[in-house]
């Protein structure tokens, strides 16, 4: 993760016409945390016991760093993000940060994650939301101590910008997998999605007890169209699964109006909701526009759509990586990456956030 890697990333964001920040110039935030699952895990699971891994090649193929635990073959979403908001490097795992590196912001993410405890637990060790939000307060409890009193690692915090995206794993490693979860006849889709946002309300707001203020809870995108759910449930290998994304859509109902309740009722709150999923159905619709070719199937993967099997360790990708969707049977590739993370900072269609893109979150 070092300048090389970084002046790569670089030269990516500029190809595709990302509007970086001048160089040297102050980043918009003094500090940048990011909780979530393998979509911007960047490490964390390299330390578990885990079968949740991507610290192996072809994954971080088109990183300069190689592979270091990241879902894709280059950058997550959050990489993006932390180059426009002005980071001069990437946003170091929680795993092994120092104390210093807390002051700019840590990745707690964990792959496999969700937002209920069990979530994910037929892959082995991952760090919950749960566990996250633990490890953001001990966190908290250092930056206290770096800077002096509550005061000032209040101050410090509230500047700061949060990212959340957790949920995928919730319905496609738990929900939607009867064989090992009991969630799916013993919930409702409506009622999965009430209990999924009640305890991610609970978590959220003991991270705005612990100084989170500025607040981008990302959605759940059409995981029914992944190249896993493809290979498993889809006739012809191209038609999305309906129940998974329909599931999907409600749960993310109820964050938007989680993200508007926050607003109204906790003091310097400032929540905004990333609708990934109208993200996606926008590339989806129109592929060729974004300059993708292939978005039903992995780059890296095995059998139907390359998606029954993940991406295995020094296999083959694909050559023409710019132009797929996805990168293995679940995770986009960076080409996809980028432009999720541009439209997230600066969004482009008027549904695309709510109330405001994270570039207007940082100046808040």
């Known amino acids: 993760m070092g300048r090389r890697a ?10 595709l016409g990302a509007a970086a920040p001048t160089a040297g110039a102050a980043p918009q935030v003094p500090c940048y945390f990011i909780f979530g699952d393998s979509l911007v895990d960047n490490g964390n699971n390299n330390f578990i016991v885990s079968m949740a891994r991507a610290n192996y090649p072809p994954y971080g193929i088109d990183f300069a760093g190689g592979p270091t635990g990241r879902f894709s073959n280059g950058l997550t979403t959050v990489d993006v993000l932390a180059r426009l908001l ?3 490097d990437f946003i170091p795992p929680f795993a092994g940060a120092s104390g210093q590196q807390l002051l700019t912001g840590v990745n707690f993410a964990s792959a496999a994650a969700g937002i209920r405890e069990e979530t994910g637990q037929q892959l082995g060790g991952r760090i ?28 410090h915090l509230s500047r700061c910008v949060f990212t959340v995206g957790m949920g995928s794993n919730d319905y496609l490693n738990n929900y939607f997998m009867p064989a090992f979860y009991s969630t799916g006849s ?3 889709p409506e009622q999965y999605a009430d209990s999924l946002a009640a305890d991610y309300s609970r978590l959220l707001q003991a991270m705005y007890r612990y100084g989170a203020r500025k607040v981008a809870v990302i959605g759940v995108g059409q995981v029914g169209c992944s190249p896993n759910e493809l290979a498993q449930r889809s006739r012809d290998g191209v038609t999305c699964d309906e129940a998974i994304n329909a599931a999907v859509r409600l749960f993310n109902q109820r964050l938007l109006r989680l993200v508007d309740r926050f607003n109204g009722a906790l003091p310097g709150a ?7 999923y109208g993200i996606f159905d926008d590339i989806l619709r129109s592929p060729g526009a974004h300059g993708l070719k292939v978005t039903n199937a992995g780059c890296c993967g095995v059998g139907r759509n390359n998606g029954q099997v993940t991406c295995l360790p020094f296999q083959m990708p694909c050559a023409n990586r710019g132009e797929y969707l996805f990168w293995d049977a679940f995770h986009p590739t960076e080409a996809a990456n980028i432009l999720v993370g541009q439209r997230t900072y600066s969004a482009r269609l008027a549904t695309d956030v709510h109330p405001f893109d994270i570039r207007t979150l940082a100046r808040l």
């Open 6 to 15: 970084w002046q790569t990333a670089v030269a990516v964001l500029a190809v």
């Open 86 to 88: 002005g980071f001069d």
């Open 128 to 155: 919950s939301f749960s566990g996250q939000v633990q490890n953001y307060q001990s966190a908290v409890e250092d930056l206290i101590s770096i800077l002096g009193d509550e005061d000032s690692a209040a101050r």
């Open 186 to 188: 013993r919930y409702t």
């Open 270 to 276: 400032r929540f905004t909701y990333v609708n990934v």
